[in-house]
Each structure stands twice: as structure tokens, then as C-alpha cells.
Nanobody, 126 residues
Framework: QVQLVESGGGLVRAGASLRLSCAAS????????MGWFRQAPGKERDFVAG????????KYADSVKGRFTVSRDNAKSTVYLQMNNLKPEDTAVYYC???????????????????WGRGTQVTVSS
């Protein structure tokens, strides 16, 4: 069992930056591919970014490429999402997720993920 706790959300103006963190419990964090997803009000949950369990291979949604960066620190059992040049359309609840059965790579399919955090709110004003 893995517990994930997100932090770092908040209310910012367009163009600002935020860094989200997701701390994982347990001693097998390095064996999980990790993903970030987001859900805006009235919309489905969408993939944002993912990082492989090793080698730091990343994957991004087209809407965030060049603005968001996902990284992980296995020694701290933490995954990060650096968000730059935020836009109002980035407003959502952001969730991190762990894929315990990934071969190496993170996928964009939420159904591949086994554990989820409760989310952190990001609100971007225009």
C-alpha cells in the first residue's frame, strides 16, 4: 500500500509559477512510475505529466509541454511538478498517482495507476 500526499497548490496570477510536490510513503517508491493528472470543474480527469520509475524518462500532455517539468527524488520518495507560465486554463485540482506495475515508463492512462493522492487545488487568475 502506498499513500500519496500532494502539496504546493495555491492561487496565483497568470504567468506565475508553482511547484507541486507529492510525497509517498513506503520503501518501494523507486519501483513506481509516477504521474500527475488534473481535473477542472465539470471536466474529466486529464493526464498532465509522467516520469518513469528509472532513467527519468518523462512524458507530457501537449497543453503543458515547454511550461511544466516533472521530476522525482527517489531518496526523498517525492515527485515534483514545476509549473511555469501558468494560464487560467491550468486551473484544476492536481493529483499525483503511482503505477505499481509499470515496466519502466509512465503512461497517460489513468486506469494504469494504482494509487492516488487526494489532490491539491491550483487556481490561476487572469
Amino acid at each position: 500500500q502506498v499513500q500519496l500526499v500532494e502539496s504546493g497548490g495555491g492561487l496565483v496570477r497568470a504567468g506565475a509559477s508553482l511547484r507541486l510536490s507529492c510525497a509517498a510513503s513506503g520503501r518501494t517508491f523507486s519501483s513506481y512510475a509516477m504521474g500527475w493528472f488534473r481535473q477542472a470543474p465539470g471536466k474529466e480527469r486529464d493526464f498532465v505529466a509522467g516520469i518513469s520509475r528509472s532513467f527519468g524518462i518523462t512524458k507530457y500532455a501537449d497543453s503543458v509541454k515547454g511550461r511544466f517539468t516533472v521530476s522525482r527524488d527517489n531518496a526523498k520518495s517525492t515527485v515534483y511538478l514545476q509549473m511555469n507560465n501558468l494560464k487560467p486554463e491550468d486551473t484544476a485540482v492536481y493529483y499525483c498517482a503511482a503505477d505499481a506495475t509499470a515496466s519502466i515508463y509512465a503512461t497517460s492512462d489513468e486506469y494504469d495507476y494504482d494509487y492516488w493522492g487526494r489532490g491539491t487545488q491550483v487556481t490561476v487568475s487572469s
